[in-house]
C-alpha cells in the first residue's frame, strides 16, 4: 500500500508528540508493507525534496512556533501539495494537519489534540486569551473531522470532542499511545531511601498544560512532605513558570529541554 503522511513535526523540526507518533508510523511503514512518502514542515521559505534510503520528503513552510500560524500556513501548503501527488497513493494520512480542497483518495485523520479541547483546557484553568485563540481555530479541526473517511484517537476523550465536532457518524478508532520498551525500561534497580521526595514533570511548557496549577499545588503539598520538583522541557512559558517558582519561593529544577534518548535515565 502506499500511503500519503502530512505531519506538521518531523525531525529535526520538533516541538512535541506529534512529531513522535509520525516518527514510530515512519518507522514501522516498512515492516507492515507500507511504501510511505512523508509532507513535513520546515521553518524556512520554499518547498524542497528530501529522499532517503527508505523515504521520500517533502518539506514545505511551517511559519512561526505556534499553531496561530503554523496551523493555517503549514496547513494551505501541504494540501496544495496533496492535491498534486494524491493520484500516486492508495490513502493520505492527516497527523493532526489541516486539509483543504477535494480529495480522490481515503483520507484518514489521526488526533492527538483538538482545538475544542484545548480551548476547555484553558478556560477550566483561567486563561481566557488562550481560551479565545484556541477557540477560533476548531473550524479548522472541524473540517478535517468532515472530510476525513476514518479518524484515529489516542485517549477515550478525544472520542468525545470528535463527535462534538461533527463526526458522530465517522468511523473513529481508539489507538492508545504506546510506549518503547527498547528505550524506557528500568536502568538500575529502584532504591527510595531520601526522604526528600522527588516529583517529575516532563511535557512542553504552554498554558494548556496547567504547569502554573502544579506549582501552586506543590507550593500546598510541601507544607506536609518534604518534596523538590524536577521540570523537563521548555515552552513559551518558561519565564512566566520561572517567575512564579521563584514567587512561591518552592525547591524546583527546571531542567530544561533534554534529548528523547536521554529521558530513561531521567525517569
Known sequence: MKLLLVTREYPPFVKGGMCRVAEYLVRGAHRHGIDLTLI????????????????TIYRVPSFGSTFLTQLPFFGYHASVLVQKLQQNFDVIYSNYTPLFGKFKRPLVAGFVATRYGEYVGCRETGKPVHALLNRLYIPLDRRLVKKADGIIVNSRDLVHEINWLGGETKRVSYVPIGIDT????????????????KILCVGRLDSRKGIDSLLKAFK?????????????????????LLKLADGLSIPVDFLGMVPYADLPQIY
Open 220 to 240: 500546598a503539598l510541601i507544607r506536609d512532605v518534604s518534596a523538590r520538583l524536577i521540570i523537563v522541557g521548555d515552552g513559551p512559558e518558561r519565564q512566566n
Open 182 to 197: 527498547d528505550i524506557f525500561r528500568p536502568v538500575k534497580p529502584r532504591v527510595f531511601t531520601s526522604e526528600v521526595k
Open 40 to 55: 513535513a514542515n520546515h521553518p524556512g521559505w520554499g518547498k524542497f525534496v528530501e529522499r532517503t534510503n527508505t523515504i
